[in-house]
């Protein structure tokens, strides 16, 4: 069936500096969306992609979409002990019925 | 946030138990999933109800039998699990089912260990 693949796994970072995360299909995506899972907490959406070269901020955080509509990154600039979680992006395709397909995560963590 | 509840928050039963879990949401909307997440895996879709029809079984076995009597609540009935049904089981509601134009909101989740 169709994926989506997330790098990396993990990623530990020192408070103020930089993070990103990627999102890469096979197959021409319908949409992107992003959500965020703080630690014992449940997932939260965060944002939805749709265009293609789509980008989007929300304070320190970028997200883009690919020209191809077939990859995506979440850009945290300067992160924050608040940041930490996992941050999951989720893709439908156009010929799965409105499935919602996760990544398997990005988990940050940032020391202090 | 109050928009998805899901009872019991944590569940141990022996691999002969019976349990429900049960999700209930206050948000009007018309679609429900259960979604299964366990360690170093990504969300799994089980179940998808649209008002109140099934409308995806995602190759699920038959130990897990959802249930949807109205468009505000979701269960899923537990039989003879195994060990590695032990997980995370989210529950989520969308105002449809339409992923290119409604996002998910997600339960705070139900922590199942099978012993």
């Known amino acids: 069936g169709q994926q989506v693949m997330q790098i990396p796994q993990y990623q530990h970072v020192q408070e103020g500096e930089d993070f990103t995360t990627y999102c890469n299909s096979s197959?021409?995506?319908?949409?992107i969306q992003w959500y965020k899972q703080r630690p014992g907490g449940h997932p939260v959406f965060l944002i939805q992609?749709?265009?293609?070269?789509e980008v989007k901020k929300q304070k320190r955080l970028t997200f883009q979409f690919g020209e191809a509509k077939k990859n995506s990154s979440l850009h945290i600039t300067a992160t924050q002990t608040t940041d930490v979680g996992t941050y999951f992006c989720?893709?439908?395709?156009?010929?799965?019925?409105?499935?919602?397909?996760f990544g398997q995560g990005t988990e940050l963590s940032v020391k202090p | 946030e109050t928009g998805v509840t899901q009872t019991p928050r944590h569940l141990v039963m022996g691999m002969t138990n019976k349990k429900s879990l049960k999700c209930e949401q206050h948000?009007?909307?018309?679609?429900m999933y259960w979604y299964k997440q366990s360690a170093k895996k990504p969300l799994e879709l089980m179940f998808v109800?649209?008002?109140?029809?099934?409308?995806e079984n995602n190759s699920v076995p038959s130990r897990f039998s959802p249930e949807c009597p109205n468009s505000s609540h979701l269960f899923l009935h537990l039989h003879t699990l195994q060990p590695e049904d032990s997980a995370l089981y989210l529950c989520?509601?969308?105002?449809?089912?339409?992923?290119?134009?409604?996002?998910?909101?997600f339960g705070p989740g139900t922590r199942l260990t099978v012993t």
């Open positions: 989520a509601s969308s105002r449809d089912r339409d992923p290119a134009v409604y996002e998910q909101y």
């Open positions: 197959t021409t995506l319908s949409n």
């Open positions: 992609l749709v265009k293609s070269g």
């Open positions: 989720a893709g439908s395709f156009y010929n799965q019925g409105g499935k919602l397909i």
């Open positions: 948000l009007g909307h018309n679609a």
């Open positions: 109800y649209s008002l109140e029809e099934r409308v």
